[in-house]
């Protein structure tokens, strides 16, 4: 009976050993996907030992390092490329607010980056802005040590401090100085003819129209009101001035208060009610030029290196969050397809790069570096996997007619990962090719004509995941995203971009495309 027993597991040893190479690196995969899967573990040590990952942050530049770090640990060859330099670098610490007298409360707000924080702790009165060189005039004397609630509607960027935005507000107080004339003749009209002609309405959209005169008046800060969740973004004037020193720095903070809390702070500056704001906001600057890089990991091929497969996510985020989702939920993938695919044995055919790309937030700066760095690559590209949309999982992919019957053989292994998880292979009509870029690093790359093609995500399992939630606010964090979907999509990642290597043929471009005159 022994004997029988070691005969089947010598044959079943044989058997396996004997799968085409390419069967046993994707079983391994499958198998060390389902068992030991990290993509979460990468991703709490991205978020929440790292933290939020603007280019030119400390934070930034550690999570480089370490991608680095572990993509040699998986056996990757490793290149930083430099995608580019800002003129200072930024680190954003705690940041605190309180409500002092009447009943008191601490305030929920957000800075963008890029944007002053406080002299320490700093505590003053609240005024609301003037809107005509008579107001301004009017409390001057008041300006000093005061929190100004400013006007508008906003979005997360900061208020604009540019020359262009300081001509634009000096057009909107001179016309606001006229409408003030015209209600004094209203006014004293309707007193001396007992008639009730309502006043005309000052122009309030556009916010600190005094912006420079309050700032030099020595005001503490800006305060606006901005929707829940708080989103923030970054001061684009500061970023992108390669003539902006630590010197000409903005030196007032700029602070978005949650949209509740700012009408009844407004509410009580109207009633004339005794109280004061207190902040501390540490927010620092770092002295430049800052470099900042993109990570590649690559998997050289054993029989076309000359050909590649990419997949990629960008490495930076916002920082009022921890990038937990855009795009921790993408780069943490491919970090983990990388690692799937370094310990099967694989040897793909084509070499595999694992991109992560810097600066997708500030412009689609890191993507568009490796391009212009990469010209005589991009017509051996046979697709580009980025992933820069949510935490949901993939369930099917959708691919022109030359392209389908490629990646029919090639998802057929993903059906063994877990029957829960649904997956199809569509056939797709021509797309356009963008003339610009926009919204993910992909189109940088589809401008190229370099195919894009990425996994049709559903969250299957009733998450009730929204990404517009999320979408750059306090609330882009570790805990919003998803570890099943994080799993089942860093095994498909893997799967795909490994079948993709090891065509015997680079995947046609035909039918990709529809180039419009």
Known sequence: MKRTILLFATMACMTISFLPAQEAAVNKIIETGRTD????????????????????????DNATEWVASKFKEWGLEVELQEAGTLPVGFNRGPWFGKLLGENGMDLHFVTPSYTSGTKGLQRGHVLLEPLTQDEFDRMRGQLKGAWILVNGTNVGWPIAHSASADSSRAAIIAENNEIAKKNREIMTDNWVNKKNTPLLPLKEDVPALFYKEMCEAGVLGFIQSAPVPLRALYDKNVVFDQEMTIEKLPTVPDIKLDEHQYATIKQMVKERRSFMLEFDIRNHFRLGPVKYYNVIGSIKGNKYPGEYVMLSGHLDSFDVGTGGVDDGSGVTPVMEAARLIATSGAKPKRTMLFCAFAGEEFGLLGATAWVKGNPKKLEKISNLFNRDGGPTPPI?????????????????????????????????APRKQPKTPGGTDASVFAIEGVPTIGFMEKDIKGYNFSYDEIWHTERDLYTKS????????????????????????????????????
């Open 396 to 428: 099917g992919i959708s691919v022109p007619k030359a392209m389908y019957d490629d990646f029919v053989k090639i998802c057929k292994p993903i059906q063994k990962i877990d029957p829960e998880y649904p997956f199809e292979v569509k056939e797709a």
């Open 37 to 60: 899967n990290r993509v979460m573990s990468h991703l709490d040590i991205l978020t929440n030992r790292f933290g939020g990952r603007p280019i030119g942050s400390d934070a930034y």
């Open 482 to 517: 998803i570890p099943e979907y994080q799993k089942h999509a860093a095994t498909v990642m893997a799967i795909v971009g490994l079948g993709v290597a090891n065509l015997d043929h680079q995947l046609s471009r035909e039918g990709l495309y529809i180039k419009e005159e």
